[in-house]
């Protein structure tokens, strides 16, 4: 593993590599930091340029725009008390009191310190655990596989949106949407409807820059465009603005107990930074020696939320190297530009493409330093400039950034239309409470989910039953069922006098 | 009787015909059910299994909706909404018959104008800047060939 590592950081010291992976940073934070757009808008907006880029580069460009990302929802959060990202609205807590007190530049570089200590000890679990996992989950077979994706897809389906019929019929439908196209097994057409540009199926990148970026930005064009922040001013005192060594020293552990549940949180499909960040505020804060001050504005409120939500990314790396599961949205994306690259997420990555692998874990360190690098100049030169900029010119310009994007991967006119319809599909799943979570991620996992079931059962003479004499199919089914329950339960138990079936 | 009260349920119901519509017709018509070998799916097996998930889900969701007046919370649409995608519309066509560039510097002025009509001419400036580099990038550095449109082809 060292010196595939070695090799790989060898392989991205180059400046056009740390430039691009800089432009991927500098633009997540940006778009982060704009109230309304998140993490999953900064990287379906990078996603454009880099159709034409090497893997390494166009995968490090992506990654570093989802920390960007993850991290910038911190600034307006901190600095308007609007997170620019769900993950960041526990931030405000702490954050934003800071700010009120004066205190704004504390609180930036307070989240700052944390986001970047949280990455790293995600993409440190990442790199030890990544490869180690990968190996024992080469054995899986196909029928342990399509448990596997049957164990995801509940899951997913579970965690999405305000209803769970509503979330398993959008992954039904994710279904349904990735068999259009030629049968994987015998090359026949399905759902083609006589569409040419359908026999290939429907490209995942236009489906979900429609799904996700476009309703994102007619739901901000809706509300009103008459913007006043109001600007707090900033203390004079340098005290006010900076970290102390004691002050992060009190910080360690709040980092810590954030980033131990980033990544377990990320590595877990379905959940997600938003609940992780609340998770990691809640628990630093009870387990603090003085929960009371917590709110009131303390540098270890900001730095427990943060941590959490940053550590998520390279928790939720985990199990999309290891098994070729994406636990979220973002992860989803970025498993779509792998396949774009010719990368197949999976326990098989390793094998086929550990250069390439070792190569994108190195430039995931280097986009760490680079957050650091590049979120000290915004803090100190253009973080609240970032919070104002004109939604009026910026939205427009997206849309034409979404439609030039989906065009730009096959140069077919057709993926426009691909990205037109999923965006008014996407605004009416909003609009209907359908989380289109779901419907992305099954659409990424059918083809491997069915392919899997049909190699089995050609296997196995259409004993479709002798998955269950499998050990790793059994704990994926069980976990499964127990996955079912809780959910079910979680449902009926939050929503209190409800019938369960609404919640089913 | 609130407005939005049988939202679900009209959804619901919408799902379920179409559910039985695509099983029933779309799928026979659009899948050539054959199969090669022992143990070997059909490839309308996943569509058809889909198909039945969103039917069954879906009368759970009217079930849900009449019996037990479930109903998940449902954000408006406002006039804006529909200008908006009318807008995204008109620009994908645009882009079909006059190209991307025209097309592109149209809709952007004719959006942000509805949007705000406050300072055009900085509007017409950050458009022209954003086109030159959209043009330098993707026609020259990428190659890429921007859509020309019908017209100007």
């Known amino acids: 593993m060292v010196p595939g590592l070695l090799e790989g950081i060898t392989s991205i010291l180059h400046l056009p590599v740390i430039l691009a992976i800089a432009a991927g940073v500098g633009g997540g934070v940006i778009l982060g930091a704009i109230p309304g757009l998140t993490a999953t808008m900064a990287i379906a907006v990078v996603i454009p340029f880099t159709f034409y880029m090497d893997p390494v580069i166009s995968i490090s460009m992506l990654i570093g725009a989802y920390k960007g990302g993850l991290y910038g929802g911190s600034i307006s959060a901190i600095l308007i008390g609007t997170p620019g990202t769900d993950a960041a609205a526990a931030t405000i807590l702490d954050g934003y009191t800071m700010a009120k007190k004066g205190k704004s530049g504390k609180a930036l570089k307070a989240a700052l310190y944390a986001s970047v200590c949280g990455d790293m000890l995600s993409l440190l679990a990442l790199v030890l655990l990544a490869p180690q996992l990968a190996k024992l989950t080469i054995k899986i077979g196909p029928g342990d596989f399509f448990a596997l994706i049957i164990f995801s897809l509940t899951i997913i389906a579970g965690m999405a949106g305000e209803s769970v019929i509503k979330g398993l019929i959008a992954a039904a439908f994710g279904l349904l949407v990735a068999t259009v196209g030629l049968d994987p097994m015998i090359g026949i057409r399905r759902l083609t409807f006589g569409i040419i540009d359908l026999d290939n199926g429907i490209s995942i990148m236009p489906m979900l820059i429609g799904l996700f970026a476009l309703p994102e930005v007619i739901e901000q064009l809706e509300q009103p465009l008459t913007h006043d922040v109001t600007t707090l001013k900033r203390s004079d005192d340098p005290d006010d603005n900076r970290v102390t060594f004691l002050e992060f020293k009190k910080c360690i552990r709040s980092i810590l107990i954030g980033s131990g549940i980033g990544i377990l949180i990320g590595a877990i499909p379905g959940i997600g930074s938003s609940v992780s960040s609340w998770l990691s505020y809640t628990t630093a804060r009870d387990r603090s020696k003085y929960p009371e001050w917590w709110g009131k504005g303390i540098v270890e409120g900001v730095a427990a939320p943060e941590a959490g939500n940053n550590a998520v990314c390279g928790g939720a790396l985990i199990p999309m190297f290891t098994l070729g599961v994406p636990g979220s949205v973002p992860v989803a994306i970025l498993m779509g530009a792998f396949l774009i690259q010719g990368l197949i997420p999976g326990p098989m990555i390793f094998q086929e493409a550990g250069a390439t692998v070792y190569g994108i874990f190195a430039s995931l360190f280097i986009s760490n330093i680079l957050l650091f690098i590049i979120g000290y100049l915004v803090i100190k030169y253009a973080a609240l400039y970032f919070t104002r900029v004109p939604k009026v010119t910026l939205f427009p310009i997206i849309i034409s950034f979404c439609y030039v994007g989906s065009f730009a991967l096959n140069q077919n006119f057709f993926d426009v239309k691909v990205t037109l319809v999923f965006g008014i599909l996407g605004y009416l799943m909003r609009k209907y409470k359908f989380a289109a979570a779901p419907f992305l991620i099954a659409m990424i996992l059918e083809p491997f989910g069915e392919r899997a079931l049909r190699q089995f059962l050609m296997m196995n003479r259409g004993d479709f039953w002798a998955v269950f004499t499998m050990p790793i199919a059994d704990a994926f089914f069980a976990l499964t069922i127990i996955s079912i329950f809780a959910i079910i339960r979680k449902n009926t138990s939050s929503n209190g006098s409800k019938h369960p079936i609404e919640t089913m | ?153």
Do not use: C
């Open chain 2, 1 to 153: 009787m609130k407005k939005n009260e049988h939202i679900d349920g009209i959804i619901g119901i919408g799902l379920f015909i179409l559910s039985i519509i695509t099983y029933f017709i779309i799928i026979p018509n659009q899948i050539d059910d054959i199969s090669f070998g022992a143990g070997s799916l059909s490839p309308s097996f996943f569509p058809k299994v889909a198909t039945g998930i969103i039917g069954v889900l879906s009368i759970f969701m009217i079930v849900g909706n009449y019996a037990f007046k479930s109903q998940t919370p449902i954000s408006k649409f406002g006039p804006k909404s529909f200008s908006i995608i009318l807008f995204l519309i008109a620009y994908a066509v645009g882009i079909e018959i006059i190209g991307y560039l025209a097309a592109t510097g149209i809709f952007l002025l004719a959006l942000m104008l509805y949007l705000s009509k406050k300072s055009w001419l900085k509007y017409i400036f950050i458009i022209a800047v954003f086109l030159v580099v959209n043009y330098l990038f993707f026609e020259k550095t990428l190659k890429l060939v921007l859509p020309r449109g019908y017209l100007f082809q």
